[in-house]
């Protein structure tokens, strides 16, 4: 008999194509605004230390932490 061992869904707080901006003072994106491009696996299965690819204007991508990020409330 073999037991299925099946792990929890992880809960993003932004998904692909998601507006944000960068909330890290100390980041050099800081203050910029962006889309999501990429959700990172996530071994630590928390939330907080989830990655984000995040493309800005021009050639400019970054990746953050949930922490760093917030949602743009300024979207078009």
Do not use: A, C
Not at 16 to 22: L, M
Not at 39 to 56: A, E, G, M, T
Request: net charge positive; hydrophobic share 35%; no cysteine.
């Amino acid at each position: 008999m073999s037991i299925l061992f099946q792990e929890p869904e992880i809960k993003t707080r932004f998904q692909i194509g998601s507006r944000v901006v960068v909330i890290d003072k100390e980041r050099k994106h800081f203050n910029k605004s962006g889309s999501v491009i990429r959700i990172l696996d996530n071994p630590s299965r928390l939330s907080r230390h989830q990655w984000y690819d995040v493309r800005f204007e021009g050639p400019d991508i970054g990746r953050f932490r949930s922490f760093e990020l917030t949602s743009d409330l300024t979207e078009h």
